[in-house]
């Protein structure tokens, strides 16, 4: 088992900047890849960024230049700085990571304001 607590979440203006924290603890060596998603109200929930074992990035269009995703080199902690925020960028924000037993898990959310 895996868990994930997400913080950093909160309110912004536009152009502003967060950084969104996801610990996982318990079965830490199962870990595999990690990621981060997100929800608007109303949408379906969507990748933002993710990062292999090996430390590879990938990033929604979206958010390309603007989100950096990174992982400490225990590979406890995961984190997405999150600069030139758009109102748009508004959702909660979940961690994922999955296993090398095929398991996946989520952490419980942390919200996203960006005021205009």
């Known amino acids: 088992q895996v868990q994930l607590v997400e913080s950093g979440g909160g309110l912004v203006q536009a152009g502003g900047s967060l950084r969104l924290s996801c610990k996982a603890s318990?079965?830490?060596?199962?870990?595999?890849?990690m990621g981060w998603y997100r929800q608007a109200p109303g949408k379906q929930r969507e990748l933002v960024a993710q990062?292999?074992?090996?430390?590879?990035?990938t990033y929604a269009d979206s958010v390309k230049g603007r989100f950096t995703i990174s992982r400490d080199n225990a590979k406890t902690t995961m984190y997405l700085q999150m600069n030139s925020l758009k109102p748009e960028d508004t959702a909660v924000y979940y961690c994922?990571?999955?296993?090398?037993?095929?398991?996946?898990?989520w952490g419980q959310g942390t919200q996203v304001t960006v005021s205009s």
């Open positions: 994922n990571c999955n296993t090398w037993t095929w398991r996946n898990y």
């Open positions: 318990g079965s830490i060596s199962s870990i595999n890849g």
């Open positions: 990062i292999s074992s090996a430390g590879t990035t």
